[in-house]
């Protein structure tokens, strides 16, 4: 695509903690499509990993994702690692 696709026009440089937010994101996404337990409905996972995966290329690639959903997938990939590894648990 070119500079003037409507995607390059809101894209910019990234920094370090927000492409680690995005990997994150996408380790998670891998873990749940893989059928690992927290979702035992292998549709539903693939589903919820997709919208981790989307969230991560949006950030990876420096375009905006509102403020409220950007938390809501984190909070949910936080839950999702909780329920892997209870020692990652954190409270909301």
Do not use: C, F, K
């Amino acid at each position: 695509m070119g500079d003037n696709s409507r995607y390059d026009r809101y894209a910019h440089r990234v920094d370090a903690e927000t492409e680690a937010e995005a990997s994150a994101l996408r380790v998670v996404a891998g873990l749940v499509e893989g059928g690992v337990p927290p979702i035992p409905d292998r549709v539903v996972a693939g589903r919820v990993a997709g919208i981790l995966r989307a969230a991560a290329a949006e950030l990876s690639a420096g375009r905006p994702v509102p403020l409220q959903l950007r938390r809501t997938v984190r909070w949910t990939a936080d839950a999702l690692r909780a329920q892997l590894d209870p020692r990652t648990s954190r409270e909301r």
